[in-house]
């Protein structure tokens, strides 16, 4: 899976995407992730990328040319599966829209910023909008972060426990059972009996009970879809 960044602060991306998960994935030869300067494609010799809005709005506004030119560039290379775009008035990012973008091949997300980017954009180069939770951020790069992040742990073969990603929260609408390590007792503090006992099938039990309780105490909505 090949992933294109495009962004005005590249430098905010750089460091997230040669550490973390996103770094081990790409060693391993699994996922490519690159991230490109918006202001490398603008023609205006000062290498603005934004202006002022039409109808005299309040702040400034992402300008159609070097987004265009950048996308083009790379589209000219390769398809994409998706053109993204990250704005809080996207649809809501979730697990299964995780899981169908970790299934694709090539994916473009282009980081919004100041008020946002030339309207013409999102009709004609945008094939989807996203939205990490309803609250703004000042721009797209930790949305894309964040993105980028849940759906390259999804990539076969990036996490080394295959199984850890499947029994994740949210997986199967459940929220996850707590987990535990050594010691058995700290302080007094214990872990649970069942979890000692050796016996598989009650702790499976014990797993799905534990699921279940915690999603109908913290996140009833989920127990709806
Ligand atoms: N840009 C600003 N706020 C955002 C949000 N909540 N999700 C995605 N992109 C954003």
Redesign the pocket.
């Known amino acids: 899976m090949r992933i294109d960044i495009i962004t005005v602060l590249p430098e905010m991306l750089d460091g997230f995407v040669n550490m973390s998960i996103l770094a081990r994935a790409q060693k391993k030869g699994l996922v490519e992730i690159h991230v490109h300067n918006l202001r490398d494609y603008t023609t205006d010799k000062h290498r603005r990328v934004d202006d002022y809005p039409f109808g005299g709005f309040a702040g400034m506004v992402m300008q159609c040319q070097p987004i265009d030119a950048c996308i083009s560039a790379l589209k000219a290379e390769r398809d994409y599966d998706e053109v993204i775009f990250?704005?809080?008035d996207?649809q809501q990012?979730d697990q299964p829209m995780a899981n169908a973008l970790s299934m694709k091949e090539n994916i473009i997300i282009l980081?919004?910023h100041y008020k946002g980017i030339d309207y013409r954009i999102r009709e004609h180069l945008i094939t989807k909008e996203?939205?990490?939770?309803?609250?703004?951020?000042?721009?797209?790069e930790?949305?894309a972060a964040v993105m980028a992040d849940a759906v390259v742990r999804l990539v076969p073969g990036v996490l080394s426990d295959e199984q850890s990603a499947l029994s994740d929260s949210f997986q199967d609408n459940l929220l996850a059972a707590p987990v535990y390590t050594r010691p058995a007792d700290y302080k007094g503090w214990r872990v649970p009996d069942v979890l000692l006992s050796g016996h598989e099938r009650k702790i499976k039990e014990w797993e799905l009970a534990q699921s279940m309780e915690r999603t109908r105490r913290l996140r009833p909505d989920l127990l709806d879809k």
């Open positions: 990250t704005t809080p996207g990012f980081c919004g996203v939205s990490i939770g309803d609250f703004v951020l000042t721009g797209g930790l949305a």
